[in-house]
């Protein structure tokens, strides 16, 4: 069978716009998630979070965050008696698995997050500390198996 050419250009148009209207489509139904709801505001207190993560750079002993197979364990420094803050699990791939737990430190100067529950692939753990009225800031990235 034998197309005229004018058919052949009839088609490619078609055709290119069948394709862009199913990029349209698809492009509008993707789940785009901010990095936080409050994302503005996280950036202009950006300034305080490099504080606070200088704070944790000049520390002699400095917290530490090891990964295991069902759990995170922080050991915070042994000189810090009063330990206040949150540790987030910020899961990059998926706002909605985010977890944000207290800090309770053992007589180890450790806490210990379960990880079972969660989601396998990349977190980053951020812990957000105070004690004696200086704010501290740490972030590890982590990969859960």
């Known amino acids: 069978m034998n197309f005229h050419w004018g058919y052949k250009i009839a088609l490619l148009y078609g055709s ?20 936080t709801k409050d994302y503005y ?15 944790s750079q000049q520390l002699k002993e400095k917290l ?18 009063s330990v206040n803050g949150t540790v987030k699990m910020y899961r990059p ?11 309770l430190m053992d007589e180890a100067h450790q806490q210990v997050v379960n990880t079972a529950g969660m989601a396998k692939g990349n977190w980053k753990v951020q812990v957000s500390w105070e004690c004696d009225g200086i704010a501290y800031f740490d972030e590890q990235v982590i990969h859960i198996n």
């Open 41 to 55: 505001q996280q950036e202009i207190n950006y300034q305080q979070r490099i504080n606070e993560q200088q704070n």
């Open 93 to 103: 791939a998926d706002a909605s698995k985010d977890q944000q737990v207290p800090i």
């Open 64 to 81: 530490q965050i090891s990964c295991s197979k069902q759990e995170v364990v922080l050991k915070f420094p042994k000189d810090k008696k």
């Open 16 to 35: 290119f716009a069948i394709g862009m209207l199913a990029l349209v489509i698809r492009s509008s139904q993707e789940d785009f998630n901010l990095v």
